[in-house]
């Protein structure tokens, strides 16, 4: 069974910086592709950056240049680096992996900026 266990979310001010980390499980997580999904407030849910098993990594132009996506296949982890943080980002955060009926999801993790 999948378990995708996201932390490291919370309050931050504009400008701030936050990283996210989800504990992967039930997958081999070395061969898997991973990604990190939001879902702002009243919004539908989008991605936001994945990578895949060779460390290819690609984002939403809203968050380039800003956000690093990161994985450790040795702790089954990966990361969401946020930097220059804006009240846009403000959205539930979601680790995901693609499962043979699509994506599949963790719990999700709050991150808000406010001042």
């Known amino acids: 069974q999948v378990q995708l266990v996201e932390s490291g979310g919370g309050l931050v001010q504009p400008g701030g910086s936050l990283r996210l980390s989800c504990a992967a499980s039930?997958?081999?997580?070395?061969?898997?592709?991973m990604g990190w999904y939001r879902q702002p407030p009243g919004k539908e849910r989008e991605g936001v950056a994945t990578?895949?098993?060779?460390?290819?990594?690609d984002y939403a132009h809203s968050v380039r240049g800003r956000f690093t996506i990161s994985r450790d296949n040795a702790k089954n982890r990966v990361y969401l680096q946020m930097t220059n943080l804006n009240p846009e980002d403000t959205a539930v955060y979601y680790c995901?992996?693609?499962?043979?009926?699509?994506?599949?999801w963790g719990q999700g993790t709050q991150v808000t900026v406010s001042p």
């Open positions: 995901a992996t693609p499962g043979p009926r699509g994506w599949q």
């Open positions: 039930g997958i081999v997580f070395s061969d898997s592709t």
């Open positions: 990578i895949t098993k060779f460390n290819n990594a």
